[in-house]
């Protein structure tokens, strides 16, 4: 089954760190980049993070995020990483990661909740 699975959310106190996995199945193939999206309050999907997956590992970040939240692809694993640190309140929400290949259908995680307590 063609698939990507999400772990990692939960809940951490201000200052603290979680780690977001993405896995892609076996199956799941072509992938040229891996997005991490998280939702709005208007329940938009709002670019956090991107990598591209052929080897330079480019990123970029939205601005919010930039300094805190570090994405890194392991092609070993086939699997997406979203280091948070320094989280803040206003980082609470669901978090996605999406795949981009090079020819077939961009696949979505199913989510991942992450609350940020003060």
């Known amino acids: 089954q063609v698939q990507l699975v999400e772990s990692g959310g939960g809940l951490v106190q201000a200052g603290g760190s979680l780690r977001l996995s993405c896995a892609a199945s076996k199956s799941l193939f072509n992938i040229v980049t891996i997005n991490w999206y998280r939702q709005t309050p208007e329940k938009q999907r709002e670019l956090v993070a991107t990598?591209?997956?052929?080897?330079?590992?480019?990123?970029s970040y939205a601005d919010s995020v930039q300094g805190r939240f570090t994405i890194s692809w392991d092609s070993a694993k086939a699997t997406a990483y979203l280091q948070m640190d320094n989280l803040k309140p206003d980082d609470t929400t669901i978090y996605y990661c999406?795949?981009?290949?090079?020819?077939?259908?961009?696949?979505w995680g199913q989510g991942t909740l992450v609350t940020v307590s003060s």
């Open positions: 990598i591209t997956t052929d080897g330079r590992g480019r990123t």
């Open positions: 999406k795949a981009i290949r090079s020819f077939g259908a961009d696949y």
